[in-house]
């Protein structure tokens, strides 16, 4: 097919009322979800492994890093994936547009699966810069396309969003399974190679299926005219040659370490919501009724960021942890430690739908969006709490807890993902500016972010305190903040108006 072929093809908008191929949802929802499925897959299978993969001995085809430094990088990773889905979501808007912001992204994942499959240092480098600007690109855009399949007044919106969300966990849970396996049986590189080629098969369900989404003409839907967008287009490519070009020099020279890297990037996931809410508050364009519900904003987006510290940790702390200090058998069955990880998902899976029930069920009656999202970081810290208990007395490096320990702290940490992001996400939407509309959703990825920028500082604590102390103290802290944001819930609920 040429390019004029695709170009002419027609763009009318959401499919009609009648489309209800997918679980009486638009075929395009089926489309989305089905990428979804294995860009989780493979984003969250690779990173099962990762921590495993850099705390390994060299001699056992690992990266010989230490354990805090290993988690440290793995958190400034995925600092990084947040950072660039910013900019991943002006792309969009102005240059790409959605349909292929998303398609270059899962084209960019592919290519950096792949290039870690390669059992080198340098490609596992390369590798995740891609998957970082790939990431960047595709998520935040393919929540937007499943908007459009739907109308304004489309009553199939949230449930198609709740199947959606499954779609995700799906390949949460699925990913580690492979990944895990084939990473402690034939070596890390191997699960490195099952994330690439589910990404591919991502890719290529979602070119099959584009006859059936909303929003997928190759135009952006708010284009810069053609003379700004050649010249930010100029700006974009001088600016990463420029920067690359730096990096290297400074590498060169000794100067950029990786330790210096991590650094960097906590300092700007530091900033970056600093200057986006400052710039809220100061435009003129933000009425002072927008203004005063953008206070009770900055709340959710730092408990979002608590939560989150802990959740992340899913996949390095608390891998590690599984890796040396507990069991790996069930029934006598063995099971390699990235397969911990697939917990979490399948929780979530199970999860969401009852809860979804239960606020259905109880109706006006539900908590507040506040104390929802409170609740998720009350039971991310005591997660924590949690695993400060069969860690502790135990000096030895030889002793290994039950598997149910660490399951335990997955079921806790899943409900409350379930519970702050639906409420989080829903309030974000509720309460941005109408002019900071699209840059407000932004923000909620800023608070991931920041979540992993500190986690890549506080990591590197964890060779050198107790893990009673180091996950109790950071189970206590969360705990405490998810309790000042219930004593909060008056004025929560009063500022925040409308939203319930």
Same mark, same amino acid.
């Given at each position: 097919?040429?390019?004029?072929?695709?170009?002419?093809?027609?763009?009318?908008?959401?499919?009609?009322?009648?489309?209800?191929?997918?679980?009486?949802?638009?075929?395009?929802?089926?489309?989305?979800?089905?990428?979804?499925?294995?860009?989780?897959?493979?984003?969250?299978?690779?990173?099962?492994?990762?921590?495993?993969?850099?705390?390994?001995?060299?001699?056992?085809?690992?990266?010989?890093?230490?354990?805090?430094?290993?988690?440290?990088?793995?958190?400034?990773?995925?600092?990084?994936?947040?950072?660039?889905?910013?900019?991943? *979501?002006? %792309?969009?808007?102005?240059? =790409? /547009?959605?349909?292929?912001?998303?398609? +270059? @992204?899962?084209?960019?994942? #592919?290519? $950096?699966?792949?290039?870690?499959?390669?059992?080198?240092?340098?490609?596992?480098?390369?590798?995740?810069?891609?998957?970082?600007?790939?990431?960047?690109?595709?998520?935040?855009?393919?929540?937007?396309?499943?908007?459009?399949?739907?109308?304004?007044?489309?009553?199939?919106?949230?449930?198609?969003?709740?199947?959606?969300?499954?779609?995700?966990?799906?390949?949460?849970?699925? *990913?580690? %399974?492979?990944?895990?396996? =084939? /990473?402690?049986?034939?070596?890390?590189? +191997? @699960?490195?190679?099952?994330? #690439?080629? $589910?990404?591919?098969?991502?890719?290529?369900?979602?070119?099959?299926?584009?006859?059936?989404?909303?929003?997928?003409?190759?135009?952006?839907?708010?284009?810069?005219?053609?003379?700004?967008?050649?010249?930010?287009?100029?700006?974009?490519?001088?600016?990463?040659?420029?920067?690359?070009?730096?990096?290297?020099?400074?590498?060169?020279?000794?100067?950029?370490?990786?330790?210096?890297?991590?650094?960097?990037?906590?300092?700007?996931?530091?900033?970056?919501?600093?200057?986006?809410?400052?710039?809220?508050? #100061?435009?003129?364009?933000?009425?002072?009724?927008?203004?005063?519900?953008?206070?009770?904003?900055?709340?959710?987006?730092?408990?979002?960021?608590?939560?989150?510290?802990?959740?992340?940790?899913?996949?390095?702390?608390?891998?590690?942890?599984?890796?040396?200090?507990?069991?790996?058998?069930?029934?006598?069955?063995?099971?390699?430690?990235?397969?911990?990880?697939?917990?979490?998902?399948?929780?979530?899976?199970?999860?969401?739908?009852?809860?979804?029930?239960?606020?259905?069920?109880?109706?006006?009656?539900?908590?507040?969006?506040?104390?929802?999202?409170?609740?998720?970081?009350?039971?991310?810290?005591?997660?924590?709490?949690?695993?400060?208990?069969?860690?502790?007395?135990?000096?030895?490096?030889?002793?290994?807890?039950?598997?149910?320990?660490?399951?335990?702290?997955?079921?806790?940490?899943?409900?409350?993902?379930?519970?702050?992001?639906?409420?989080?996400?829903?309030?974000?939407?509720?309460?941005?500016?109408?002019?900071?509309?699209?840059?407000?959703?932004?923000?909620?990825?800023?608070?991931?972010?920041?979540?992993?920028?500190?986690?890549?500082?506080?990591?590197?604590?964890?060779?050198?305190?107790?893990?009673?102390?180091?996950?109790?103290?950071?189970?206590?802290?969360?705990?405490?903040?998810?309790?000042?944001?219930?004593?909060?819930?008056?004025?929560?609920?009063?500022?925040?108006?409308?939203?319930?």
């Amino acid at each position: 097919m040429s390019r004029t072929d695709v170009e002419i093809e027609p763009d009318s908008g959401p499919p009609p009322r009648d489309d209800h191929a997918f679980f009486g949802q638009p075929r395009g929802l089926l489309t989305l979800s089905g990428l979804e499925v294995w860009e989780r897959f493979s984003f969250l299978g690779m990173q099962a492994i990762l921590v495993l993969y850099f705390a390994d001995a060299v001699s056992s085809g690992g990266m010989g890093m230490s354990a805090g430094t290993a988690a440290s990088v793995s958190a400034a990773y995925g600092t990084l994936v947040y950072l660039v889905s910013v900019a991943g *979501g002006w %792309l969009a808007d102005r240059i =790409l /547009g959605s349909y292929r912001a998303v398609l +270059w @992204g899962g084209i960019l994942i #592919a290519c $950096g699966h792949y290039a870690m499959a390669v059992p080198t240092a340098g490609m596992t480098w390369v590798g995740l810069g891609l998957i970082s600007a790939g990431t960047g690109l595709l998520k935040p855009n393919v929540a937007t396309m499943v908007g459009k399949l739907y109308r304004t007044d489309d009553d199939r919106r949230d449930a198609g969003f709740a199947l959606y969300y499954m779609a995700i966990n799906i390949g949460a849970f699925a *990913g580690p %399974l492979i990944t895990g396996w =084939l /990473g402690d049986h034939k070596g890390w590189h +191997w @699960g490195f190679s099952a994330a #690439a080629i $589910g990404m591919t098969f991502g890719l290529v369900q979602y070119v099959a299926g584009r006859r059936h989404l909303a929003g997928r003409k190759h135009t952006a839907e708010f284009a810069l005219a053609p003379d700004p967008m050649r010249r930010a287009i100029r700006l974009i490519v001088a600016g990463l040659v420029v920067a690359a070009a730096v990096a290297v020099l400074l590498a060169a020279a000794g100067w950029l370490t990786m330790d210096r890297f991590v650094d960097l990037l906590t300092l700007v996931s530091v900033i970056a919501p600093v200057v986006y809410f400052a710039v809220m508050f #100061a435009s003129p364009r933000v009425t002072p009724e927008e203004r005063g519900r953008l206070r009770p904003y900055i709340v959710l987006f730092l408990a979002s960021t608590v939560f989150n510290f802990i959740l992340f940790q899913a996949y390095s702390t608390m891998m590690l942890l599984a890796s040396t200090n507990a069991e790996t058998a069930i029934l006598g069955f063995d099971f390699p430690a990235g397969w911990y990880a697939s917990a979490l998902g399948a929780f979530e899976v199970a999860l969401a739908p009852v809860v979804a029930a239960l606020w259905v069920r109880m109706g006006h009656r539900q908590p507040h969006a506040s104390n929802k999202i409170a609740i998720g970081v009350v039971l991310g810290g005591l997660s924590f709490l949690l695993m400060a208990l069969p860690t502790s007395g135990h000096s030895s490096d030889g002793y290994l807890m039950s598997v149910w320990w660490i399951v335990g702290s997955y079921l806790l940490l899943g409900l409350g993902d379930v519970l702050l992001e639906t409420s989080g996400m829903s309030a974000t939407t509720k309460l941005a500016p109408a002019a900071f509309a699209s840059q407000t959703m932004s923000l909620w990825f800023l608070s991931l972010a920041l979540a992993n920028g500190i986690q890549a500082q506080t990591v590197k604590l964890y060779d050198d305190v107790s893990k009673p102390a180091y996950f109790g103290v950071n189970g206590a802290i969360a705990v405490a903040a998810g309790l000042a944001v219930m004593a909060a819930g008056p004025w929560l609920r009063r500022t925040m108006h409308p939203v319930h």
